[in-house]
């Protein structure tokens, strides 16, 4: 079982930057885990993940150069830094945790986080 708790969403100019935090507790040495985000009106999309135990990582093209996942094995948590926000990165901001073999395959996520929102203002 894994537990996953978000944080770090908010309202932010166009332009700027904010750090989301996605806490994991519970058996996660062997897992990926991945950051989404859901706009109103659309599917949930992957924007990244990471796998625990080497930390490789993975990104969906509009994010390269602007989104950065990382994870601080000591506090158990996955972060997203997030620069250069657009409007069009507003949505829902969700992480997840899985045993994963395609990093971008929402169904291979068993453990999902609330979510948090991010809102970028123009």
């Known amino acids: 079982q894994v537990h996953l708790v978000e944080s770090g969403g908010g309202l932010v100019q166009t332009g700027g930057s904010l750090r989301l935090s996605c806490l994991a507790s519970?058996?996660?040495?062997?897992?990926?885990v991945g950051w989404f985000r859901q706009a109103p009106g659309k599917e949930r999309e992957a924007i990244a993940a990471?796998?625990?135990?080497?930390?490789?990582?993975h990104y969906l093209d509009s994010v390269k150069g602007r989104f950065t996942i990382s994870k601080d094995n000591a506090k158990n948590t996955v972060y997203l830094q997030m620069h250069s926000l657009e409007p069009e990165d507003t949505a829902v901001y969700f992480c997840?945790?899985?045993?994963?073999?395609?990093?971008?395959?929402?169904?291979?996520?068993?453990?999902w986080g609330q979510g948090t929102q991010v809102t970028v203002s123009s």
């Open positions: 519970g058996r996660i040495s062997n897992v990926g």
């Open positions: 990471i796998t625990w135990s080497r930390g490789s990582t």
């Open positions: 997840a945790a899985g045993y994963t073999t395609t990093w971008d395959v929402l169904s291979q996520y068993r453990y």
